[in-house]
């Protein structure tokens, strides 16, 4: 049946959603909402504006759930504008945005500055995460989870020095979250103890390929096992960050009411040991890119449905600050959020996952787990955030990114992103940016 009010009409495009794909239209409504799915053959409405989409793929835009944006107080890194600007000419419509800035988002005060920071710099819609500390968790209590994503807890350390290393408030933190907890897992004194031994053996001239070993296979299960037990101790709903090994993926829960989630990013579903030959500073993360066998049992974890979510763990900084400096000086991260899905859709192509797995992990499975409202599906009365991706090759080049580089430059990739909706509004076409500006902040359904 005909809808009304419809401001733009996305007509015959195969659509990727709910685990299928089909051919349809999509018709948005004047208010910013889906207000239409059809499928190929209905009548279909009048509208301002018709997008002949028949050579396109149409996606529920992707939800990151994993980014650090740099912005306050690290802005020659990073800031709000750049990376949201970098995020739609990539299909990403909504980030979920982590509290390691200058200042840390460890308190409600800091979290409503930024927030109102966010305002109409943003260009996606948007999130933020309050951080736990050793000393907080009373803090963590006054949040209204409604707004706030989740709860941030670094059970080791990386960029920002927030590490929660004391068991008693972990076992606060854990026992009394109200929502769904998202962890940086790895042992910080396994760290350690590696970091001594990579240091007698090598001194500063530490190869690169050693930060596997250093940020090790151990450190990362003895905590990833450690929140887990936590986390069915208390109740609580734990979500595992950027997962890189096999043996972590066996914490995980399975079936219908998962409450020990897990998540995988881009960079560990591509590059593995060998790749620190050629690409050495730019891919050392935290936690540390691993072996083939680890990148593929990822990669069957995402098919399989293990692995609910893909987040980027955007996290950039200046190439100076990346090169030419010794192994203990250079600064862990990379940016990723730019090229995240077409490089999913590169892997569906290969045979790893189904385009639809693609929409489920990077869109539908963020929105279910951490309850947010109106966004993820493509489905009537959701807002029309939505990704239109052309198949056609591309290679990697000039990005948007404020840092002005990416490890997968000169990758070659099968999808160009040639239309982004936000809140049903063309904010992105043809890899330019609209100037329009319809992003929103996100609202959540408390998940205990």
């Not at 207000?35 to 396109?56: K, N, Q, R, T």
């Not at 936690?287 to 990669?299: G, S």
């Amino acid at each position: 049946m005909a809808k009304c009010n419809v401001s733009t009409l996305i007509r015959d495009a195969q659509i990727v959603a709910d685990g299928r794909v089909r051919r349809g239209s999509v018709a948005i409504g004047a208010d910013g909402r889906i207000a239409g799915v059809y499928a190929d053959g209905e009548a279909l409405p009048s509208a301002d504006d018709i997008v002949e989409a028949a050579e396109l793929y149409l996606l529920p835009g992707a939800i990151d759930d994993h980014v650090h944006f740099r912005d306050p107080g690290l802005t020659h890194k990073a800031d709000m504008g750049s990376e949201s600007a970098a995020a739609l000419l990539g299909g990403v419509t909504s980030v979920l945005d982590m509290p390691n800035t200058i200042p840390q988002t460890t308190s409600v005060r800091a979290w409503d500055d930024k927030m109102a920071n966010a305002s109409g710099r943003m260009l996606t819609n948007y999130a933020f995460y309050i951080g736990a500390t050793n000393s907080n968790a009373d803090e963590l209590l006054r949040a209204d989870y409604g707004k706030v994503c989740g709860i941030k807890v670094f059970m080791g350390s990386s960029t920002g020095g927030m590490l929660v290393d004391s068991d008693a408030s972990l076992r606060k933190i854990f026992s009394g979250a109200p929502t769904l907890i998202a962890a940086h897992c790895e042992d910080e004194s396994i760290i350690k103890a590696n970091s001594e031994s990579a240091k007698a053996k090598y001194g500063n001239d530490v190869p690169w390929s050693e930060h596997a070993a250093i940020r090790s296979h151990r450190a990362c299960y003895a905590s990833s096992h450690m929140a887990a037990e936590l986390a069915r101790e208390t109740g609580a709903r734990l979500h595992i960050m950027h997962i890189t090994t096999k043996q972590e993926l066996d914490l995980l829960d399975d079936g219908a009411d998962r409450r020990i989630t897990g998540e995988a990013c881009p960079a560990h579903l591509w590059f593995h040991t060998e790749d620190y030959d050629t690409l050495g500073p730019l891919i050392k993360c935290n936690p540390a890119v691993k072996t083939f066998a680890d990148r593929n049992a990822l990669r069957m974890a995402v098919s399989s449905g293990i692995i609910t979510t893909i987040g980027t763990d955007h996290a950039p900084h200046t190439l100076d600050e990346k090169t030419g400096h010794d192994y203990w000086h250079t600064p862990s991260g990379m940016p990723m959020i730019e090229h995240s899905l077409q490089l999913m859709l590169r892997l569906a192509d290969e045979g790893w996952w189904s385009y639809p797995t693609v929409a489920a992990r990077m869109a539908e499975g963020v929105a279910d787990l951490y309850g947010i409202e109106d966004r993820g599906h493509i489905r009537e009365g959701q807002w029309a955030d939505i990704a239109l991706v052309s198949k056609e090759p591309y290679v990697v080049g000039n990005v948007a990114y404020k840092c002005g580089w990416t490890p997968l430059k000169g990758l070659m990739l099968n999808h160009r992103v040639v239309r982004t909706y936000v809140n049903g509004v063309l904010t992105q076409k043809d890899g330019r940016l609209t100037g329009q500006k319809a992003s929103k902040a996100m609202t959540f359904k408390p998940r205990r």
